[in-house]
């Protein structure tokens, strides 16, 4: 489990710490809907039947599917069902396919409206989740199949701008080697964050 600290960027407060690439690749896989499978036209009459009927391997995981929830009667997929298991019961229901966005935005909510400890274990057991949706899929990603961003040239030189800046900053005396190395790494990991996610 990871430690309860440290869950937002300083720079900017965003969540640090997320199920990201294979993690936010196995939850959409598992919330997705294939589209090979026909919907199952009986309706469950809620979760536990849903889930059981998919552990005897009557259903797929990533087939539509009927399911009573609450007073309501939603079509779904067993993975989307397991997704929402793993949410605390104020978060409840997503029926869609679970995008690394909206992975970033049930974290941020949950930051700001959950315990630290219950926030922790959120994200522990969404990226155990995704894991186990990447193995299920059988998918890879290699580095190949990333195109490099056009503007990735532009972005470092106006990084490197801003590095000479704070370099020139401390020759003349205005801060001192310590704050020079801090802000000269939070500019190359913001790039970094800038390009991965334009990746």
Sequence with gaps: MMAAKNLLR?????????PNKEMALGIYYLTSIDQELA?????????????????NGK???????????????????PGRILF??????????INEPVTA?????????SIDELPEEQVVELIDRLKSF????ATFSGLSVSVFDCLIVGEKAKIIQRAEKE?????????????TKDEEKRLSQEVWL???NELADLT
Excluded: H, W, Y
Excluded at 66 to 72: A, L, Q, T
């Design 190 to 192: 913001s790039v970094t």
């Design 130 to 133: 995704g894991f186990t949706g």
């Design 10 to 18: 300083p720079a900017d407060g965003s969540p640090i710490n997320l």
């Design 101 to 109: 966005s909206i992975i970033k935005r049930l974290i941020s909510t």
């Design 59 to 77: 259903i797929g995981m990533r087939q539509e599917i009927g399911v009573k929830i609450g007073r309501e009667t939603l079509k779904t997929t």
């Design 84 to 93: 929402n298991l793993q949410l605390p019961d104020s978060m409840r229901f």
């Design 163 to 175: 590095v000479e800046a704070i370099e020139k900053n401390f020759r003349l005396g205005l801060i």
């Design 39 to 55: 919907p199952r036209q009986n309706v469950f009459a809620d979760e536990n039947e849903a889930t059981l009927a998919l552990d």
